[in-house]
């Protein structure tokens, strides 16, 4: 019997229209010794059999149909399924190059590290279009470290996602890392936290090769139209997700500081039109709330945090009056003047 070298956790909900383009991205990898494990999360249309009738075609492929109880236990439900050397992680509406498990296990041998990142394509209107955010420096890139001694330039350099890394499988089997089941946002950065506080060593990569569908209409991640929708339902996700990590992140001070100021700068920059309503003061005491948790470390370190110095002008502006004009005019002016060109600039 083969060694399996790479275990692929692949996971489906309700997705006939992409299980295909998904499965066969993983089916003809140039590297064969790997397992393809398709977890099914209580599907309700045609993606079960699609899925069934894919395995007919080869062995490789292993499919767990269980009950829908969210992405989390899926892939809690794959890993523990998993036999692999390695684990990667694939949503069931994106799909991998080719010879992306030939590059990232080459590289695993190479260098023995416990963990590879590597980049993204983006799915615009069936379009790739690279990921640029986060591209790692040279400083950094193809140089194996480890995380404790890095840890600013990690969460510079590297996008906080599970699915576009490669792990050792026994880091996390052995650590009993898991994705939390009670939460329905940023779980997969959770569990990317959970791997970073037992020290491993990183590489980080300039290959791009995982396709991420940007917006889907029942996607998870489905854009930020639906978002600003409901911005106090968004708010109260992130603020259960920040309270989680400050909860139960214990091992390294400046790793749960840095992980809560990701997703603090995140809710500052996507709830601030709660400024402008009943919820303005719950707003405000949250990220004074917050911005509490900086003190314990010196100006040095936290002025370098985006988090820390966007919840610090808020603050400054709303003590003189000054963040509803900021909101309302300034920042959608410097948005469509500013932010837009340089955007489409750094990506062309």
């Given amino acids: 019997m083969k060694k ?112 590879i990142s590597f980049q993204r394509n983006l799915i615009k209107a069936n379009t790739l279009v690279k990921d640029t955010l986060f591209y790692p420096s040279n400083k950094i890139k193809n140089k194996p470290y480890f995380f404790y001694d890095k840890i600013e330039e990690t969460f510079k350099y590297m996008k906080i996602l599970c699915w576009d890394k490669l792990y050792k499988r026994n880091i996390i089997q052995s650590n009993n890392i898991k994705f939390p089941k009670n939460l329905n946002y940023g779980e997969d950065s959770i569990f990317l936290f959970y791997c970073l506080e037992i020290n491993p060593q990183i590489l980080i990569i300039e290959d791009y090769l995982y396709n991420y569908t940007v917006s889907r209409e029942n996607s998870l991640t489905a854009g930020m139209d639906k978002i600003k929708q409901n911005k106090y339902s968004t708010f109260s996700k992130i603020v259960k997700c920040i309270n989680y990590i400050n909860n139960n992140l214990t091992t390294n001070k400046l790793l749960k500081l840095h992980s809560v100021n990701r997703f603090f700068y995140l809710l500052i920059n996507i709830c601030s039109n709660l400024y402008f309503t009943q919820q303005k003061q719950e707003y405000i005491n949250f990220i004074k709330q917050i911005l509490e948790l900086y003190k314990d470390f010196d100006k040095k370190t936290v002025e370098k945090m985006n988090g820390y110095k966007l919840g610090k002008r808020y603050l400054q502006m709303d003590k003189y009056h000054l963040l509803g004009v900021y909101l309302s005019i300034i920042r959608p002016i410097g948005k469509y003047l500013i932010v837009k060109p340089y955007r489409f600039i750094k990506t062309n």
């Fill in 4 to 115: 399996i070298k790479i275990s692929i956790i692949a996971t489906f909900y309700n997705l006939e229209d992409y299980v295909r383009k998904c499965v066969n991205s993983l089916t003809q990898q140039t590297l064969k010794d790997i397992e393809i494990i398709c977890v099914n999360d209580g599907s309700t249309d045609n993606t079960i059999k699609i899925l069934q009738k894919l395995a007919e075609q080869d062995n490789r492929i292993k499919i767990i149909d269980k009950k829908n109880e969210g992405v989390s236990i899926a892939r809690n439900t794959g890993i523990q399924a998993a036999s692999g050397d390695y684990i990667m992680f694939v949503d069931g509406d994106d799909y991998l190059e080719l010879n992306a498990c030939e590059i990232l296990y080459q590289k695993a041998i190479e260098t023995n590290v416990d963990l």
